[in-house]
């Protein structure tokens, strides 16, 4: 196993003998999530990178939940959301802010020119789970209207 993956599996036996329900079902659909892209993958373990991008994908689930029941009723399940991206984000790297996306997006640009498919994929291949996919496609597209417009 990996560092992330042992640490995840540590915390999980922590919070299971502390009777911490929420963080005990969260860290365990983290490591159902772990077990189904390595099986996806045929890989007995993966490396921290993999459980990382799992991480992502779960903390933009939460995000999509949050957002989809802000003007409802259901006040329940957005806090559950809400401290379930708690536990989710204290395990991703340290997020980038956006001046430093915004300097590798320059980068980038020099790099592989004006096309943002090329350009998206060289920044998240360099931030590496330190940056949310959306901030990034937001920053690469006011780059280039402002680089065509001058």
């Known amino acids: 196993m990996t560092a992330l993956q042992d640490r995840i599996e540590a915390d999980y036996k922590t919070a299971l003998k502390a009777g911490e329900r929420l963080r005990v079902d969260t860290l365990r ?8 892209t390595a099986i996806d993958k045929r890989k007995e373990t993966l490396d921290d990178a993999e459980v990382t991008q799992v991480l992502i ?3 933009k689930q939460r995000r999509e ?3 989809s029941v802000k003007n409802t009723p259901r006040q329940d399940v957005l806090s559950q959301a809400t401290e379930e991206l708690a536990i989710l ?3 991703l790297p340290q997020q980038l802010s956006s001046e430093e996306i915004a300097k590798i997006v320059d980068e980038a640009i020099a790099a ?6 090329p350009i998206m994929k060289y920044v998240m291949s360099k931030a590496s789970g330190s940056a949310d996919g959306k ?4 920053i690469v597209a006011d780059r280039l209207k402002a680089k065509s417009a001058s």
């Not at 659909?29 to 189904?36: F, P, R």
């Not at 592989?112 to 498919?117: A, C, R």
Request: proline share 0%; hydrophobic share 35%.
């Open 29 to 36: 659909l983290i490591k159902a999530g772990i077990q189904k």
């Open 57 to 59: 994908q779960q903390v």
């Open 65 to 67: 939940t949050i957002e």
């Open 89 to 91: 984000t204290a395990y």
């Open 112 to 117: 592989v020119g004006t096309n943002q498919g």
């Open 135 to 138: 901030l990034v496609s937001q």
